[in-house]
């Protein structure tokens, strides 16, 4: 079947190991389902695939994409749940230590087809088309769970949202704002800036700007190039909630004294659980709050999606179809 996939690493020039080409079409194991894939997002997590970040070498050739909206086998639309637990797990998945995001161990989404297990499958509702649908899985549910879950947010809090042209940021802001909150933005690129403040930031500032006031919340997923500002704009008591280091994850200062003296909780975040991605498509049908899609390509052309991710040149989601 036609496939997007990753055949070598290369950690500084990752998209030399892309093969846009064919690979066997999968068979589901027993309890599994087969999804024949409508369309599917990039994340930033396909370009550290390509990097051989998060994988081993015997997983290649492996299928990229977390996320996928297609039809199940009964011609249910349905979106993919991109967090696979152990079988005997009936936990939160995200706290499985033998949990994996497809593309990990099991073969990814730029394909026809993709076979996860059943309980990986959830409705999608009719009001939100294939191509919005696929944004959930990974990016959003990623905002879902850092805002409300471990950021524990509500209606009236500040939060600063850093990097705001990436994936997970736009749905930051964009949740963040259906929530209630106030939001304020960074970003490295002032057209992006402005986006932003489209989208629904209230304020939005350059990348490192000093904030006119402090926040009760910081979302980041930045990491290097942003952890002071995110501390030094930190309320006392606030919560810095991490899902992810694009920039780097080694910090020249991680200014413990700040972290300490001011009484800050630092947060680690990753994906979320069915249940969350049941409640972050129950919000978006209930405000009618919609991803935002920087553009659509056919899989085909999935060579010019990872160009643009690896350059930055992206403000919102980009979505593969079929
Ligand atoms: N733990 C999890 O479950 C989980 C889930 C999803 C994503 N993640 C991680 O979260 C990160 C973001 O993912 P994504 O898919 O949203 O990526 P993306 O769409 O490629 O966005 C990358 C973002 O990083 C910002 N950025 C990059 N380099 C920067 C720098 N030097 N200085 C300031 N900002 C910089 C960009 O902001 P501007 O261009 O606006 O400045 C952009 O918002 C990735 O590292 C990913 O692996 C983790």
């Not at 696979?84 to 989404?109: K, N």
Request: proline share 6%; net charge negative; hydrophobic share 45%.
């Amino acid at each position: 079947m036609f496939a997007v996939y990753a055949e070598s690493f290369h950690p500084e020039d990752p998209l030399r190991g892309l093969v846009v080409g064919e690979r066997p079409a999968p068979v589901a194991p027993e309890g599994w389902t087969t999804v024949t894939v409508r369309a599917a997002s990039l994340n930033h997590h396909d370009l550290w695939t390509l990097r051989g970040v998060g994988i081993k070498q015997e997983r290649l050739p492996m299928i990229l994409g977390c996320d996928a909206a297609g039809l199940d086998e009964d011609g249910n639309e349905v979106i993919v749940h991109a967090v696979i637990s152990d079988p005997d797990w009936d936990g939160d998945e995200t706290l499985d230590p033998r949990r994996s995001l497809l593309t990990e161990v099991h073969q990814g989404t730029f394909a026809e087809q993709v076979v996860v297990p059943r309980r990986n499958v959830v409705a999608k509702p009719a009001g939100l088309s294939f191509v919005e649908a696929a944004c959930l899985p990974t990016a959003w549910l990623t905002a879902y769970r850092m805002l409300f879950t471990q950021g524990g947010l509500k209606a009236g809090d500040t939060v600063l949202v850093q990097g705001a042209g990436g994936g997970v940021a736009t749905a930051l802001v964009v949740l963040a704002r259906a929530a209630g909150l106030r939001v304020v933005a960074t970003s490295r690129d002032e057209a992006k800036l402005a986006r932003a403040l489209e989208l629904g930031a209230h304020e939005a500032y350059p990348s490192g700007t000093r904030l006119p006031a402090k926040v009760d919340a910081v979302m980041e997923t930045v990491g290097r190039a942003t952890w002071e500002h995110s501390i030094r704009s930190l309320r006392p008591g606030g919560k810095l909630v991490i899902s992810g280091a694009t920039s780097g994850p080694r910090l020249d200062d991680a200014l413990l004294p700040q972290i300490f003296f001011k009484q800050m909780s630092v947060i680690g975040s990753t994906m979320g659980n069915r249940a969350e991605l049941g409640s972050l498509v129950t919000m978006l049908d209930a405000t009618g709050a919609r991803p935002l899609v920087d553009r659509e390509l056919p899989m085909e052309r999935a060579r010019e999606a990872f160009e643009a991710m690896a350059a930055g040149d992206l403000f919102g989601k980009i979505v593969l179809t079929r």
